[in-house]
């Protein structure tokens, strides 16, 4: 009776991942469809300790494991969402994928190592088994040195030994070949582990030579892996619950990797097998060397532009996120709007470290959902723009991605040098991920406002506030 009513219970939450899901397809819902989700997973625990004590199979030691691995999961998972920044959120994302994939990869190799009679598994336990292992585990040690890239304890340039690519091409055939043995003998205890360890091999040589600036690529790909093992994990234990989760996971993900890889122009196959590293080679510009010419404003300088512009842009990019200054910028811009000043803002998909990023963090300034644009609704409008002012955003910005021959090439961008005015909040003329010289801070109707973009947009509102009043 109670596994009947857990079953139940199993399949409620499921509808309730499903609709969750289906909410945070907007803002304006993304919140409710988060808490929904996290309740709906709550639940689900609850049932599975509820059907654990139920059958009364786990030890005193097994529920003392139990109630610690969970207090200490909910305390690492409430420090982490209290204290990680916006701007360290991918390398987060990136561990929770470790986790999830590690997870599942154990539930496999527990389930054939503790199965009564292992030799007499059929394929249709031994074969989700198997492909667990090979995902959860590949998923596990790629999402590792994915966030140690995007931490900076791995270098972001691409890594490449001798034999690597040679490498990547065995291990796959070595998957074949023990996921084979694995069902053909699921006893063998040297297929099991020799085919965790060789996913585990796989997992670091298929990301070390990708470059840093696309990891958030890798990590959405890995996200999709992650809900493949949990998927996989769903058929070995035979639990409905788990295949619709991670196959929910898993399409998510599938979904925004090749729209990540859209918006940079780039092919998932170009970045995973080629291991070229969009942002980390020191490809120069056309005409790269030459002195630059940039035109230095200031404060007061920028202020009067945006007091009498009719029409503003704002370009939030990484710089934003990690000086945390949009709290500054939706006072400016709220500033603005009360003068009748036109006011939206031009969201790049890939602006930031990962999809979404700027939404988030400008919905914390609670910046109205209506003035968040997307690119191609933006961009006819930047010609009407009296000013579009450019905050901590590089190689989204580049008029170079239009020309061929450099490492942005036919990368969509924001069209900003369309605007009439450009002014660029930049600490320096440092280059952005893709390493070359950014064409837009040289551009005659451009003015570079260097400071930091916190203290920046605060002098900004102090100055229009003067002129405004």
């Given amino acids: ?30 919140r409710r469809g988060n808490t929904l989700s996290a309740a709906a997973m709550s639940v689900a625990i609850a049932a599975t300790v509820w059907l654990v004590a139920d059958e009364g199979t786990i030890t005193r030691t097994g529920w003392l494991v139990l109630t610690t691995g969970g207090l200490v999961g909910a305390t690492l998972g409430l420090w982490a969402a209290r204290e990680v920044r916006m701007t360290a959120m991918p390398q987060l ?155 929910l996971v898993s399409a998510s993900g599938g979904i925004l990797t090749k729209l990540m890889a859209d918006a940079m122009n780039r092919s998932i196959a170009g970045i995973v097998i080629g291991g070229f590293g969009t942002g980390d080679s020191a490809t120069a510009a056309p005409g790269a060397g030459a002195p ?35 709290h500054e910028l939706g006072d400016l811009a709220k500033l603005l709007a009360d003068h009748g000043v036109d006011v939206s803002y031009a969201v790049h998909p890939v602006a930031g470290r990962m999809p979404g990023h700027m939404n988030v963090l400008l919905a914390e300034a609670d910046v109205p959902y209506t003035q968040l644009k997307e690119m191609d609704e933006i961009n006819p409008e930047f010609p009407q723009a009296d000013v579009a002012l ?52 040289t551009d005659p109707k451009t003015g570079m406002f260097f400071t930091d973009a916190k203290k920046g947009l605060a002098e900004l509102k102090a100055a229009v506030g003067e002129f405004v009043s």
Avoid: W
């Avoid at 009947?4 to 499921?14: E, K, Q």
């Avoid at 008029?399 to 005015?421: E, F, T």
């Fill in 1 to 30: 009776m109670v596994s009947d009513t857990v079953h139940y219970v199993f399949l409620a939450a499921a509808a309730c991942f499903v609709l969750g899901l289906h909410l945070m397809n907007h803002p304006r819902t993304a």
């Fill in 93 to 247: 994302v990136s561990l929770f994928n470790a986790v999830g994939g590690g997870a599942a990869a154990l539930i496999a190799v527990n389930d054939l190592l503790q199965a009564e009679d292992a030799a007499a598994l059929s394929a249709r336990v031994s074969l989700p088994g198997a492909l667990d292992i090979v995902i959860g585990a590949v998923t596990f040690s790629g999402s590792l040195v994915a966030a140690g890239k995007l931490q900076g304890v791995v270098s972001g340039a691409p890594v490449v030994f001798p034999g690597a690519r040679v490498l990547n091409v065995l291990l796959p055939g070595l998957f074949v070949a023990g996921t084979v043995r694995l069902v053909l003998a699921p006893d063998s205890g040297a297929a099991l582990y020799g085919l965790t360890a060789v996913a585990l091999l796989f997992g670091v040589t298929l990301v070390l030579p990708i470059g840093g600036a696309d990891m958030p690529v890798v990590i959405a790909l890995l996200n999709a892996f992650t809900g493949s093992a949990v998927a996989m994990a769903g058929f070995v234990l035979d639990e409905t619950a788990l295949i619709v989760a991670g196959m």
């Fill in 292 to 326: 630059a010419q940039v035109r230095s404003l200031s404060a007061d300088d920028v202020a009067i532009q945006l007091a009498y512009a009719g029409k503003v842009v704002f370009v939030p990019g990484y710089g934003l996120a990690a000086a945390q200054a949009q």
């Fill in 390 to 441: 450019v905050i901590g955003a590089n190689d989204v910005t580049n008029p170079i991605a239009r020309r061929p021959g450099n490492a942005i090439s036919g990368m969509p961008i924001l069209d900003v040098d369309r605007a009439k005015s450009v002014v660029v909040i930049k600490r320096s003329m440092g280059h952005g991920y893709a390493g070359i010289d950014n064409e837009l801070y």
